[in-house]
C-alpha cells in the first residue's frame, strides 16, 4: 500500500556538483575543510562551462523528481561562466518539471570584477523574472562593501540572501559581519560554528551528510531560535535519506530527541518554497506519514508524482525527459570537467 505528501524541498542545493561524483583526485589530499575548498570546489567551479552546467542542472533535476523532491533552492557558482548561468539552471529544471529558486554566489576570491559580474547575474536573473535569492559565497570571502551591496540589492529586489555561514572555523566571524543586515528572509545555511547567542536573522538550513562528510563538526540545529530547515549541500535531492541521517545526528546529540524534530525541519521547506506543498508525491511505502516509522524503514522511493497538478513521475520514471539520455549527456560533460581538471 503507498501513502503521498507533499512534494518535498531541498532547502539548499549545489546543482553543479552533479558532475563531481568520479572527479579525478585533488593534488594533495586534504586535511581540513579549507583545502577541501581549495583543491576540490574551487577547483571545480573555475572549470565549468554553460553546457556543462545544463546537464549538471538536467541531472540533478531528474534525480531529485525520482526522489519526490519537487522543489529545489539552489546555490551556484561558476566564475568562468558567470553570465546567463541562472537562466540555464532555472531552463533545465523547468524542462524536468522541477521548482527552483537560483543564486549566484557572489564572491571577491576572483577579484572585485568578479564579484560585480555575480552581482550582476542575481541582479539581471530576478529583473527578468526568474525566482531568485542574491547569493553570497561566504562572509570570509568576501569583503565588507560586496557583503553590503549584496544585502542592498536584496533589500531593493526584494528578495533574500543566500549565503554559507560559519560553516568552517575561517567563517567564525561570519554573524559579527552579517548580522546587521540580515532579514527574516535570509537562508542561513551550516552554522556550524554559529555562537549560540548570535543575533543573525533567518532560516538556518541544515545539511547533516555534508557536514559530516566534510567533518567540520555537528551544527545542533535545536540550539537556535531561528527556523530551521534541510538541505543536501550538493549531495543529491533524496531528502528522506537527508531527513534519516538529521533524525540519527540529532539523537546522538541528545537521546531524547525524536524523529519529529527532523521531520519539522523537512517541513520548513515548504515555508520557502509554498507551491511545493500542492505537489503530490506517491510513495512505495505507506507509513511516510509517521516520522517514527520512516527515521527506520530503508528504501522508500517515489512512485508517482504531479507538480502543479501534471505528471512528472509515473511509474518511478521521468515522463518529461529520457532520463537515460540525460544520464549520459551528464556523463560526457563530466568527462570533459575531469579533463580540465
Known sequence: MASTTPGLVNSHHHLYSALARGMPAPPHSPTNFREILEQIWWRLDTALDLEMLHWAAML?????????????VDH???PNAIEGSLDVIANACAEVGVRIVASYGVTDRH??????????????????????????????????PTLRAAAELAAELDVGVHV??????????ASTRLESMSRDNWLLVHCVHLSNDA?????????????MNNAVGYAAPTRFANP???????IGSAMLDEFQVAY????????????????????????????AANDVVTWSYDGVDDPWRLAFTPGVRAVDV?????????????????????RAKAAEQASRLFATL
Not at 540533478?60 to 529545489?72: D, M, R
Open 111 to 144: 577579484g572585485p570584477d568578479g564579484a560585480r559580474r555575480g552581482l550582476e547575474e542575481n541582479e539581471r536573473f530576478i529583473r527578468s523574472g526568474g525566482r531568485g535569492l542574491v547569493g553570497i559565497h561566504a562572509a570570509f570571502t568576501c569583503t565588507d
Open 248 to 275: 540519527a545526528r540529532l539523537r546522538e546529540h541528545s537521546v531524547t530527541e525524536t524523529p519529529t524534530t527532523a521531520w519539522s525541519w523537512l517541513e520548513h521547506g515548504w515555508a520557502l518554497v509554498p507551491e
Open 76 to 78: 551556484h557558482e561558476s
Open 164 to 173: 554559507h555561514v560559519a560553516e568552517g572555523v575561517d567563517d567564525i566571524d
Open 199 to 211: 543575533a543573525i536573522r533567518g532560516t538556518i538550513v541544515h545539511n547533516p551528510r555534508s557536514n
Open 228 to 234: 530551521v530547515a534541510l538541505g543536501s549541500d550538493g
Open 60 to 72: 540533478g533535476a531528474v534525480e531529485a523528481l525520482e526522489s519526490g523532491c519537487t522543489a529545489i
Open 306 to 326: 504531479d507538480v502543479d497538478g501534471a505528471p512528472v513521475v509515473r511509474n518511478g520514471t521521468p515522463t518529461r525527459v529520457d532520463a537515460h539520455e540525460v
